[in-house]
């Protein structure tokens, strides 16, 4: 058998189902990794230890991951955006091509403190304040 002809015979066998299968593979694959890494950052944000920004972007390392691969988990998203629009702004921006970090964890720090303190032991407005002024004066 001639080099040509064994080229020739490899050029006739079909790849499509394969190719198929295992790019169904690696979507499965990915939804699930996606999944997974969601349960963590929200398991992890329940938790009463002081990291719950990190498990926020574990939250969105997820999302992207399943958002991606997932027509349904889209629409689900859509759904729950139009429903709860102040609620899922912060993920939206975290999902942006070039995230603002920054600003959503100074959003999410004045959130928390406006749900969970009373106005008179607010401290992180003020606290922001003095700091910038300090750089005005410098």
Request: with cysteine; net charge positive.
């Amino acid at each position: 058998m001639s080099v040509q002809s064994l080229i020739s015979a490899a050029a006739r066998i079909d790849t499509a189902p394969a190719r198929r299968v295992a790019r169904h593979g690696v979507r499965w694959a990915t939804i699930g990794i996606g999944t997974l890494l969601i349960v963590i950052g929200v398991l992890c944000q329940l938790t009463p230890l002081p990291i719950h920004f990190p498990a926020l972007l574990v939250v969105v390392a997820g999302l992207v991951l399943v958002l991606r691969s997932s027509y349904s988990a889209r629409r689900t998203f859509i759904k729950v955006q139009r429903r709860h629009p102040k609620m899922m702004f912060p993920l939206r921006r975290l999902l942006r091509r070039e995230p603002e970090v920054m600003p959503v964890a100074w959003q999410q720090v004045l959130r928390t403190e406006r749900m969970v303190l009373p106005r008179r032991w607010r401290f992180a407005g003020a606290t922001r304040r003095r700091i910038v002024q300090r750089r005005r004066k410098r």
